[in-house]
């Protein structure tokens, strides 16, 4: 959920949420959202299965927010009351705001590295690559998990995606979270004319992170609501294991609960539901455990059905 919309200084150049771009966008800012509107959309996000609440603000860092943070603190306190994980994504940190989040119950907290250490400067000049890093360490440090992945389709090349995952699997713990976001292009910012990224390379970026990072949650974020079903499902097949759902992926379309559940449904997939230990903390047995429920039914598919799911994809790219 967008808690905060617009009106951020940085430059991202695919972000419509920067008051950079905000001439050419049309997108205005608006101030914070209340703790009760916010705890009512994680009540219904609940009803529909989801396990874990995300929110998401627009701004540089946490620097003189006093009454925000507070506020943050209650919607996060209230999203566990209901049962849920809590996570956030506030810009940079300090290590005592990252302490005040971690004692009000954060489960995680999300930081994109976005892309290679290398290609990173073309895409934003307002924050360094390490600076995104200090952040990173400041909330590891502070016993809160780490969720950070990246964005392709920024106009990298194929080394930037080795660049990407190299950064997180070398941290100090790998992350718990690695969303894998493809470009939704915005009219109105630097990368508002993008070609889309080939399917192909989401699906080895995936495959690549599951063998690099076998405790960690890998999951499907912007620009999956413009796949086929049959190239989500190879996602799945490849190594991802969650999915961001719901009303709205901060500005951009997400797929809706209804559409998902149907989905995971003819599939035979089941949520794992929040749950009270994280996998970096598991034992390699636990680990292996959690990934067959949540993959139940994935397992069972016959090669004629891979072979089908595959031949569906290329026939839907012609």
């Not at 994980?85 to 005040?100: R, S």
């Not at 989040?101 to 307002?126: C, F, M, Q």
């Not at 360094?128 to 990246?150: F, P, W």
Request: proline share 4%.
């Amino acid at each position: 959920m967008n808690i905060k919309t617009g009106g951020c200084s940085e430059d991202c150049s695919y972000c419509a949420q920067s008051s950079k771009h905000a001439a050419t966008t049309g997108l205005k800012a608006t101030k914070m959202v209340t703790v009760q509107s916010v705890l009512d959309a994680a009540r219904v996000a609940k009803e529909n299965g989801s396990s874990r609440f995300c929110m998401g603000a627009a701004w540089r860092d946490m620097r003189g927010r006093k009454t925000n943070l507070k506020n943050v603190k209650e919607m996060v306190i209230g999203v566990r009351e209901l049962g849920m994980e809590a996570c956030v994504t506030l810009g940079m940190i300090d290590k005592f705001q990252a302490q005040e989040l971690k004692e009000a119950g954060l489960t995680a907290y999300n930081h994109n590295v976005d892309t290679s250490r290398e290609h990173y400067p073309n895409v934003i000049t307002t924050r360094t690559y390490d600076e995104r890093l200090a952040t990173i360490q400041n909330v590891r440090e502070a016993g809160i998990n780490v969720c950070s992945g990246g964005i392709l389709g920024l106009g990298e090349k194929e080394e930037d995606h080795i660049g990407l995952l190299h950064t997180v699997s070398t941290m100090p713990t790998h992350p718990e979270s690695f969303p894998v976001n493809a470009l939704v292009p915005i009219k109105g910012t630097p990368l508002g004319d993008s070609t889309p990224i080939p399917f192909d390379a989401i699906v080895r970026t995936i495959a690549t992170a599951r063998l690099i990072l076998p405790k960690t949650i890998i999951r499907l974020a912007a620009g999956r609501n413009v796949m086929s079903e049959e190239k989500q499902m190879l996602c799945f097949m490849a190594g991802a294991n969650a999915v961001f759902t719901g009303e709205k992926m901060l500005t951009t379309e997400c797929n809706g609960w209804e559409e998902d559940k149907a989905m995971f449904g003819r599939w035979g997939l089941k949520p794992m539901g929040a749950r009270p230990v994280p996998e970096t903390q598991l034992s390699e047995e636990a680990v292996e455990e959690q990934r067959r429920e949540s993959l139940r039914g994935i397992e069972g598919v016959g090669v004629g059905s891979w072979e089908g799911v595959k031949a569906d994809v290329r026939a839907a790219e012609m």
